[in-house]
């Protein structure tokens, strides 16, 4: 898949009211396939953590029975970051403002992880 | 224990990246098996350098063998990776103590109190050393060289009353050690350990990418999984609480009832104190 097809996978993401940005992250070692971001946030850094965030998840979630992660949602006192990841290892990433519809940013995150399994 | 030694050694030798070495090398510490116990923070070491917890670990083993000059060198390498590590002032306080320089071994214990003012071990060691009472003449300060020696906390102290507190409910320290509660499996195995060893470092590595993006401090982690839903929350900042239920228990309903349980482990942990 070209680059600019996985950041055409982020546009039904990023329509999302309140989504500030959204990423696609090869899972493995965190690095940014392709970002649809706002000014200001340090895609790479957060790509490397939320990378190795959902490893550390994933591994826990499998060892307790429940099987690899499906979505992930990090909630803050300012915002969240919603996880789904791809078949092939990918990450899709939202980064979204509180208050955000969350259901509706999750069904967009496994649309954009369907198109670049 | 004996079967917590193959559990972790199988989950060593399915990912020896993982962690879990950090528990395997203690509970062999602990065993007093101390040539496996060497063998396997070494070998930690060697994949995890500049791990604090490592060098502590191995300079504990170091210090059970009396071999002194090395757990000194060990506990030096944390201090310099983590300089707040409360094992490692403990540690060289304990080794300062032991050679009868009685003004570092207080300089030490200071420094871990101030990290870790409750810690009521630190504060005996500190009044037998101020009481001046030499090496030779006493038995080492009262410094728990691990931080596992004492007893586990039996989970319904925790988590009495609540719904699942025996196998779905897990309440962690920073370093995932279990603070209470247990986790089973699927096929009803006690996956407790195995979860606590993954997460160590997720609520740091949770509140880091919170504070990179702008958005304060995080306050839940929830997680889908084909099988069940999970939730994490911090009770309090060097603390994590795991909640496991199967799928029929929606995610938001799953972030309601970690929060009545992190209320729980808050008054818990501050009873402790």
Not at chain 1, 15 to 31: E, H, N, P, T, Y
Not at chain 1, 58 to 79: C, K, N, P, S, T
Not at chain 2, 12 to 32: C, I, M, N, T, Y
Not at chain 2, 191 to 214: D, F, W
């Amino acid at each position: 898949m070209s680059k600019n097809g996985y950041e055409s996978a982020l546009n039904g993401v990023t329509a999302v009211r309140g989504v500030r940005g959204a990423m696609v992250v090869a899972g493995g070692d965190g690095l940014v396939v392709a970002e649809s971001l706002m000014e200001g946030i340090k895609g790479a850094a957060v790509a490397a953590l939320a990378a190795s965030l959902a490893t550390r998840l994933g591994r826990a979630m499998e060892a307790g029975g429940v099987g690899g992660g499906v979505f992930w949602h990090l909630q803050a006192e300012r915002g969240a970051l919603l996880v789904v990841p791809a078949r092939s290892g990918m990450l899709i990433v939202a980064i979204a403002e509180p208050g955000v519809n969350a259901g509706l940013v999750r069904l967009e995150l496994l649309k954009a992880a369907e198109g670049v399994a | 224990m004996a079967d917590d030694v193959k559990l972790l050694s199988a989950q060593l030798a399915q990912d020896p990246h993982s962690l879990v070495f950090l528990r395997l090398g203690e509970l062999l510490r602990q065993k007093r098996q101390f040539d496996l116990a060497q063998r396997v923070a070494t070998n930690g070491l060697e994949r995890h350098p500049h791990l604090a917890d490592a060098h502590d670990l191995l300079a504990r083993i170091m210090a059970d063998r009396h071999d002194y000059e090395h757990a000194f060198d060990e506990w030096d390498m944390t201090l310099r990776i983590a300089p707040g590590h409360t094992g490692a002032l403990k540690g060289l306080a304990f080794l300062y103590f032991k050679v009868g320089d009685l003004a570092q071994a207080e300089s030490h214990l200071r420094e871990a109190k101030k990290v870790d003012p409750d810690d009521p071990a630190v504060d005996q060691a500190l009044a037998m050393v101020r009481g001046g009472v030499a090496a030779s003449d006493a038995p080492a300060p009262a410094v728990p060289v691990s931080s596992e020696a004492a007893e586990p906390i039996p989970e319904e102290r925790v988590f009495a009353g609540l719904e699942g507190a025996q196998e779905g409910l897990l309440l962690l320290d920073a370093a995932g050690q279990v603070l209470g509660g247990a986790l089973k499996s699927g096929d009803g195995q006690d996956a407790t350990q195995a979860v606590a060893a993954y997460l160590a470092g997720v609520s740091q590595e949770a509140s880091r990418t919170a504070k990179l993006l702008g958005l304060g401090g995080w306050v839940g982690l929830s997680a889908e999984g084909p099988q069940g839903n999970v939730h994490l929350t911090p009770p309090t900042h060097d603390a994590l609480l795991l909640i496991v239920r199967d799928r029929s228990v929606p995610m938001g309903r799953l972030a309601v009832i970690g929060q009545r349980a992190a209320l729980i482990a808050r008054r818990w942990l501050e009873r402790q104190a």
